[in-house]
Structures are given as structure tokens and as C-alpha cells.
DNA sequence: AAATAACTCAACCGCGAGCGA
DNA sequence: TTCGCTCGCGGTTGAGTTATT
């Protein structure tokens, strides 16, 4: 297909904030175009497989970072019912969320909640997961807006609601948001806009948000509702890029996504 | 404080689909 | 039709972290 390939040996494992910064570059300069010839143009060591890899996962604009809502973790289980193990289908109506996320937060969190909701079906989860279709996923939003929604979902929510902070997000954040401060102010808003993806943001997000400022960073992203009905879901399989509009992406990437690497690098 | 078990999650691997020559 | 290649997906691994003894 033309493109280039990379023949030395590739480097694996964790990659380095120096590494994502020329990956991002590259892909905002040029976009990725081809991903095998990726490592070369930018100057990595890495395979294009892994540079991919890096990027949906970890450096494509619009991720959420930080734990799952109850919102989120309902519509999981209703999708991965219907769906199965389909996760990257299940990650498009979850905007900001990836596949791998999903996937990794299914292996180590929500099988054991929905086993242990099959063994004792009396559970205080209203929206049991064995009752999930996809019209019940569409009361998702609603059932786990609940204010008795039980004080487990909370105490959970407590336990898990402080994220990890990462380099990629203050590389980031930045850029993508569009806001031109300095070096300081975007550090003080990057974290702020990390902790709010922390929390569980259907339930409490409001309310937290009055309570500091800079909340528009949070929301700029979200300018849709986080939850829409499962009609509408099912109808739009690019619930991903309602997040960040096409012309948004365009303003924030100069460079054309999915050209020709003939194009590029000729 | 040290050992170790349990957990999380980023990254790798292998496979199949799709495409062009 | 076949071959070679890229891409995307799902399964799996293993390093790092946290909890428990």
C-alpha cells in the first residue's frame, strides 16, 4: 500500500513521555495516515501496531480518564449482554472509553459484580444485569440517577474515584481543549479536568463542578448528554465522535486523517 | 517492616478481514 | 485466484501497585 516500512528492531514495553510527545506531534502534524510507516516519519523505535495501540488508547483527544460511573458500568453489562465480549462496539457507545479500558475493567471489576449479582439475585442493584435487554438499558441513566440507588454505589464510588493522573494527560489536555495558558494555569486546569473524569460524572458532577472553577473544561467536551437513549445509541455507531465534532477535530489537527502515505511522504 | 497475595491496566500477540497487485 | 500487506479486534501477559497477613 505504500508504505514505508520500518526494519530495525522495535523496542517494546512502557512507553516514555518522550516517545508519546513525537508520536502526538506526528499525528497532530501530519496525521497517522498509515500506521506502519508511523514509527519511521516520527522517530520511534516502536512497530506501527504499537503506535496505534498507543495512540486510541492512551494520546487520542476526547479520553476520559479516571474511574467508571455506575451509568457507565450498567450500560457495560446491558451492551455486553446483548453483544458479548464485542468491545469495541460496546466502547462506541461509551464515549471516551476504550475498547481495552472496557475490556480491562470487565475482566477485573464488572464479571465479579455480575457473578456475584447472579448469586444473590436480591442484590441492591436495581438494574440486575440478568434482566438487561436493550430496553432496560435504557433506563440505565435514570436507574442509576437514583437517590436510593443504594449506599454501595456510593461507598464503591468513594473507594474508586480518584484517578490516576498520567503524562499523556497533561500533554494533552492543553492542546485539545484549545486553551492557550501558561505553562502553570494549564497544569492547575489539566488536573482539575482529570479529577472531574475521576468521579462518577452522571450523578454528582454538577454539583461538584460549582464547587470549583474551571468547570467549563469539563464540560466543553460534553456538550451532549452522557446518556442518551439506546435507540439513539444503536443508531449511531460513531458515539465517539459525538465528543469531539468532525470540525473540531479538523481545528485541533491540521493535518488530514487517512490520506495517502504516498501523500505524506513523498 | 517484610513477605506475599490480589488486583489493575498498559502493552503484546495472534488471528481474521479487507484491500490492492 | 492467490499472495502479501495493513489494520482492527479480542485474548492474554506481566510489571507495577495496593492490600493483607
Not at 496525521?31 to 512497530?47: D, E, F, M, Q, V
Not at 474511574?67 to 464485542?86: P, Q, Y
Not at 454538577?206 to 451532549?224: M, R
Request: overall charge neutral.
Amino acid at each position: 500500500m505504500g508504505c514505508k516500512k520500518a526494519t530495525q528492531k522495535h523496542k517494546k514495553g512502557l512507553w516514555s513521555p518522550d516517545e508519546d510527545l513525537k508520536l502526538k506531534n506526528h499525528i497532530i502534524k501530519y496525521g497517522h495516515g498509515c500506521w506502519s510507516s508511523i514509527p519511521l516519519n516520527a522517530g520511534l523505535k516502536r512497530n506501527g501496531k504499537s503506535c496505534r495501540l498507543r495512540w486510541i488508547n492512551y494520546l487520542r483527544p476526547g479520553l476520559k480518564r479516571g474511574a467508571f460511573s455506575f451509568a457507565e458500568e450498567d450500560k457495560i453489562l446491558a451492551l455486553h449482554r446483548v453483544l458479548g465480549n464485542k468491545w469495541s462496539q460496546i466502547a462506541h457507545h461509551l464515549p471516551g472509553r476504550t475498547d481495552n479500558e472496557i475490556k480491562n475493567h470487565w475482566h477485573s471489576y464488572l464479571k465479579k459484580r455480575l457473578s456475584k449479582l447472579v448469586d444473590a439475585p436480591s442484590s441492591s442493584f436495581k438494574s440486575a444485569p440478568q434482566n438487561c435487554s436493550f430496553d432496560s438499558l435504557e433506563n440505565t441513566e435514570a436507574s442509576s440517577a437514583d437517590t436510593d440507588q443504594s449506599i454501595d454505589h456510593q461507598q464503591e464510588a468513594d473507594k474508586c474515584s480518584l484517578p490516576k493522573v498520567l503524562f499523556a494527560e497533561w500533554l494533552s489536555l492543553d492542546q485539545f481543549n484549545g486553551h492557550n495558558h501558561s505553562s502553570s494555569s494549564s497544569t492547575a486546569q489539566d488536573l482539575k479536568y482529570s479529577f472531574d473524569y475521576g468521579r462518577s460524572n452522571s450523578e454528582d458532577s454538577s454539583t461538584h463542578d460549582q464547587q470549583l472553577n474551571g468547570e467549563a473544561i469539563a464540560t466543553e467536551i460534553h456538550t451532549k448528554p452522557n446518556f442518551i437513549s439506546i435507540d439513539d445509541i444503536l443508531r449511531s455507531p460513531f458515539g465517539f465522535d459525538d465528543q469531539i465534532s468532525e470540525t473540531g477535530l479538523v481545528d485541533y489537527f491540521p493535518g488530514v486523517f487517512n490520506f495517502s502515505c504516498d501523500e505524506l511522504y513523498m
